[in-house]
């Protein structure tokens, strides 16, 4: 990357070229995605809440069952723990459901009504930059750096072709150059430059050597199986499995009985029990007279 388009600020024309590649990429490689077909802004957010570091064919169908079991925002503030987490069940990292709902309840108490600035958005539990601005962009139709793997890709793919150790702060202004400001044209808008982004991202990511890990943020996802999250995931299943309390011996069991299963060794009451109160520490359940619930 040469150092005066890296320096760009506001002048987009270093960049039209660019501009121009993958919006026409994107139409060729649209998505019909079912949440691009809502502005719903809490819909949208429940998307992009479950597609990070999940596949898309796994939030096709989960998406919409979520939102048949939750179909507004005060519906899933008024919705117990147990009853989010196990809807969530699949989707990886419970932590996003947890945020997911303490959001919720905060946009309920608030008037229920999903904000659009940025400060307030990123003020919400969960919510980050990246989340924040995907939000604005497909829900408002409102510029933003919206900076995730599938975006960061394009970008290092075609203006950081030999580049290694790419760091964000080299890509935020160029995203933010990039993306469409006045709204003038309904075929090159917040909106529509990112789905571009997006698909053509997804199309590289399957053709060619991930860009992605030449960034400075790739982190290689260590292994799940037999891992400290996986317990922590089977310990969750088991609390939802008996929601009217457990103690740790039966959890301890049956954490063994799977363990066993795939060839590991047995979890000793003491292990679970630590998991039991990380877990309580973090707002997933909690414990009365030896009896642990969501």
């Not at 982190?219 to 400290?228: N, T, Y």
């Not at 969750?236 to 799977?258: C, F, I, K, P």
Request: aromatic residues 8%; contains cysteine.
């Amino acid at each position: 990357m040469t150092q005066d388009l890296a320096d760009i600020g506001d002048d987009t024309d270093a960049l039209k070229p660019f501009r121009e590649l993958v919006l026409e990429r994107g139409r060729h490689l649209y998505r019909d995605l079912p949440w691009r077909r809502t502005q719903d802004p809490y819909a949208i957010w429940i998307s992009e809440v479950m597609l990070q570091q999940t596949q898309v064919s796994r939030v096709d169908g989960r998406w919409q069952r979520w939102l048949t079991r939750f179909p507004t925002i005060e519906a899933l503030a008024s919705s117990s723990a147990a009853d989010v987490l196990g809807e969530w069940q699949g989707l990886g990292y419970n932590r996003r459901a947890l945020a997911v709902l303490k959001a919720a309840q905060s946009v309920s108490d608030a008037g229920g009504k999903m904000p659009r600035e940025l400060k307030e958005l990123v003020a919400l539990p969960g919510i980050g930059p990246a989340t924040a601005a995907g939000i604005r962009a497909f829900a408002f139709d409102l510029p933003g750096v919206y900076l995730e793997t599938n975006v960061r890709t394009v970008f290092l793919h075609e203006l950081y072709p030999e580049a290694v150790a790419v760091p964000d702060r080299e890509l935020v202004p160029l995203v933010e150059a990039t993306c469409p400001k006045d709204g003038s044209d309904p075929n090159d808008d917040p909106r529509s430059w990112y789905y571009a982004l997006l698909d053509y991202g997804a199309y590289l990511k399957k053709t060619v050597p991930n860009p992605s890990r030449r960034s400075r943020t790739h982190v290689k996802q260590s292994r799940f199986e037999g891992s400290h999250r996986q317990k922590r995931a089977m310990v969750v299943r088991s609390l939802l499995a008996h929601r009217e309390g457990v103690d740790v011996a039966l959890v301890a069991r049956e954490l063994s009985e799977q363990e066993r299963k795939e060839g590991r060794d047995a979890v000793s009451e003491s292990a679970v029990g630590s998991i039991l109160e990380e877990l309580a520490g973090e707002g997933f359940c909690h414990e009365a007279d030896g009896v642990w619930m969501v």
